[in-house]
């Protein structure tokens, strides 16, 4: 099946530094998206970004699907963006597969 | 409008027990799939159903079964509970097959004793 891994395994910020996490994914896929997971469990969908580059406010994303990557674009980071970061594929149908995801503490 | 629900929100079971889990996808969503997310892992995919058919299982054991009803609410039964078994659950709904961008419920987190 596919493969997905996501780097940094664990990342921490100052308020206000930038980051970015990568997405590498093992097949072509027609559905990618990335989560947050705040700490009471709920995954909050950012982006579904099988290719191209969507901007949302601070976040932005980018998947080069031929390459088989993706990139997830923090700016100005907040505290309220601590948490766990996950992309997720799926090869036809709505089988996600799901990273391990990063950790993003973002310290005051 | 309403996201994806679940119910109940927690769950403390025994060893061999019993357990449902009950999702009503957003409204207008035919296709509702179940995850199992244990701690300090990203979630594991268990069932997708549509239009109350069965399109995908994960690999999980046939404790694990699901059915989806007229209205495409959907329940997860699990048998003989393992203490493995404990995690918090998650249900996604999506519009149709073909347009498979998923969104997901607050969970139900199980702990089985």
């Known amino acids: 099946g596919i493969q997905v891994e996501q780097s940094p395994p664990d990342l921490i910020l100052q308020e206000g530094a930038n980051s970015t996490l990568r997405c590498n994914f093992s097949?072509?896929?027609?559905?990618l998206q990335w989560f947050h997971q705040n700490p009471w469990g709920q995954l909050i969908n950012l982006f579904y970004?099988?290719?191209g580059t969507k901007q949302n406010g601070r976040l932005s994303a980018t998947t080069v699907a031929t390459e088989r990557y993706s990139l997830l674009y923090i700016s100005s980071s907040q505290t309220t963006d601590s948490g766990v970061y996950f992309c997720?594929?799926?090869?036809?149908?709505?089988?996600?597969?799901f990273g391990a995801g990063t950790i993003l503490r973002v310290k005051s | 409008d309403a996201g994806v629900t679940q119910s109940p929100t927690h769950l403390i079971k025994t060893r061999g027990q019993h357990v449902t889990l009950r999702c009503s996808p957003i409204?207008?969503?035919?296709?509702v799939s179940w995850y199992q997310q244990v701690l300090g892992q990203g979630p594991q995919f268990i069932f997708q159903?549509?239009?109350?058919?069965?399109?995908g299982r994960g690999n999980f054991p046939d404790r694990f079964s699901a059915r989806q009803f007229p209205n495409y609410s959907s329940e997860l039964n699990v048998n003989a509970l393992l203490l493995g078994d404990s995690a918090l659950y998650l249900c996604?709904?999506?519009?149709?097959?073909?347009?498979?961008?998923?969104?997901f419920g607050p969970g139900t987190r199980l702990t089985v004793t």
């Open positions: 996604a709904s999506s519009p149709h097959e073909d347009r498979p961008e998923q969104y």
């Open positions: 097949d072509s896929v027609n559905n």
């Open positions: 970004i099988p290719s």
């Open positions: 997720a594929v799926a090869k036809g149908g709505n089988k996600l597969v």
């Open positions: 409204s207008g969503h035919k296709s």
């Open positions: 159903y549509y239009e109350k058919e069965e399109r």
